[in-house]
């Protein structure tokens, strides 16, 4: 149906900047929202941005400031910029979407296989 691939991880240093970016191929008439989420080593997965239809952002509360999520709408694709990265914020990065199929309504949410952010000291 959907295939959501997320590419822009590597290994940066501490203070550093990555973007992120996710591609959402398949038939799609519209994506509804977009979201991006990051699990580190032994720890649950937890939202760090969402992109509503609507252009609403919402952030989890330790990106504020350093996170922006923004979309390319002609593209399917999603962004996200990161700055003054912390050790902490290694992770893998995923990127989900709820995407519109047809015009009856159908939808179909799903995520991708993760891209690898890691921060050095």
């Known amino acids: 149906q959907v295939q959501l691939v997320e590419s822009g991880g590597g290994l940066v240093q501490a203070g550093g900047s990555l973007r992120l970016s996710c591609a959402a191929s398949?038939?799609?008439?519209?994506?509804?929202?977009m979201a991006w989420y990051r699990q580190a080593p032994g720890k649950q997965r937890e939202e760090v941005a969402n992109?509503?239809?609507?252009?609403?952002?919402n952030y989890v509360d330790s990106v504020k400031g350093r996170f922006t999520i923004s979309s390319d709408n002609a593209k399917n694709t999603v962004y996200l910029h990161m700055n003054s990265l912390k050790p902490e914020d290694t992770a893998v990065y995923y990127c989900?979407?709820?995407?519109?199929?047809?015009?009856?309504?159908?939808?179909?949410?799903?995520w991708g296989q993760g891209t690898q952010v890691t921060v050095s000291s």
């Open positions: 989900d979407a709820l995407v519109l199929l047809d015009p009856l309504g159908s939808t179909w949410y799903g």
């Open positions: 398949g038939s799609i008439i519209r994506i509804n929202e």
């Open positions: 992109l509503t239809r609507g252009s609403t952002t």
